[in-house]
């Protein structure tokens, strides 16, 4: 085999398709990304068995061919190479000669073989969306999925479809967060849940254009998303996602409604008295048109007062400082609603046409004056 490609071409690609190359595994072939050159296009591949991603890129095939290389020393090689044409050329034992200007490196491939490609998934008809849109609804949920294992529901986002509408959510058991997403056609309903090391990987590569689209096919078991030259494929998770509308109310005992970038300053800077790991609620005490923000642990204490507009009752909660900080820094709106209904229930943060919902649960505290 032999190609040569421009760097920018090949490290972009390279990038990409490394984004489902394993951190730890026991087959050697799987740290690999496969170089397809045998059927008149330049195919990089790398497979996890749980997600697979490949990409096509620009080059010149001098000689068709196929070779396994190690992902990481591959990757590093180009990143470093000059900015120019970079030559790849294979000799019958897959001794792989990389050269670009003066420079150039020797490693060993591998058949490719063995390497798992994607698994060949039935296309029906796809859901199409913005990359921008796609984008946005995971930044602005993502944060909230359980990071372990203990329960795999809850380490993806569900894509419920409804129509001309796209709900996705995410939670973690102290927190949901929700996001609409109009789309441009009509579609039957479904649900799956979507990894979120998936989805977070996706969002990576997407380049966020609002004129670009993404194509997502779903099968029982798999998600295939098409976009620009790549495709990538990811099992689904299995099993019935929990029942949301059951948590969501709107119920309330009191509203307020505040400027969102003073709120978020203030957990902000309240933050800056809490260590690492170190479960200090932040205590807030709504009245008629202030709210009081109150943080006290090891390091110090600290208050501040923030104009409001309050309806219903007076009332002081406890939050876990982050899970507020979270919420808010991907809420867009200039000034947002918060819902309560007692010390014990939790908050809704949403906007009137139910585009985003968080839902935050509280935390005791103890009162300290």
Do not use: W
Not at 1 to 24: F, H
Not at 74 to 87: C, G, H
Not at 210 to 216: M, P, Q, T
Not at 286 to 297: A, F, G, P, R, W
Request: with cysteine; charged share 25%; hydrophobic share 40%.
């Amino acid at each position: 085999m032999k190609l040569v490609c421009a760097k920018s071409d090949l490290l972009n690609g390279v990038q990409i398709v490394s984004k489902a190359v394993p951190s730890k595994t026991t087959m050697s072939i799987l740290e690999c990304i496969l170089i397809d050159a045998s059927k008149g296009i330049i195919k990089l591949t790398a497979n996890d068995t749980e997600l697979g991603i490949d990409t096509i890129i620009e080059g010149n095939i001098v000689e068709k061919g196929i070779v396994a290389l190690d992902a990481k020393i591959f990757y590093e090689i180009i990143r470093k190479l000059p900015d120019n044409n970079i030559t790849i050329e294979t000799d019958s034992n897959y001794k792989t000669v990389i050269t670009c200007e003066k420079a150039q490196f020797t490693i060993i491939g591998k058949s490719g073989e063995d390497f798992s490609y994607l698994p060949v998934i039935e296309k029906t008809t796809p859901v199409i969306l913005s990359q921008f849109n796609l984008k946005e609804a995971v930044r602005q949920t993502i944060f909230s999925i359980a990071d372990n294992d203990t329960n795999k529901l809850m380490t993806g986002e569900l894509f419920e479809i409804n129509g001309d509408e796209l709900r996705v959510v995410s939670l973690d058991g102290h927190r949901i967060s929700i996001r609409k997403i109009k789309m441009k056609n009509s579609y039957d309903p479904s649900k799956v849940i979507i990894p979120g090391k998936t989805l977070n990987e996706i969002s990576k590569i997407l380049s966020g254009d609002a004129d670009k689209d993404i194509s997502i096919y779903f099968t029982d078991k798999h998600a295939l998303f098409e976009f620009d030259n790549t495709t990538v494929v990811s099992r689904l998770i299995e099993g019935e996602y929990f029942k949301i509308d059951q948590m969501l109310s709107n119920d309330y005992e009191t509203k307020l409604k505040v400027n969102k970038k003073e709120f978020l300053s203030c957990i902000d800077r309240a933050t800056l008295l809490v260590k690492e790991g170190d479960k200090k609620p932040i205590i807030i005490n709504i009245t008629d048109n202030s709210m009081e923000l109150k943080i006290n642990s090891t390091v110090g204490s600290m208050n501040e007062e923030i104009e409001i507009e309050k309806n219903g009752r007076d009332l002081m909660i406890g939050f876990n400082p982050k899970f507020l900080i979270d919420a808010l820094r991907v809420i867009d709106d200039e000034t947002i609603s918060v819902y309560l209904m007692n010390p014990k229930s939790p908050c809704f943060i949403r906007d009137d046409e139910n585009n985003y919902i968080y839902l935050i649960l509280p935390v005791n505290f103890t009162t300290v004056s």
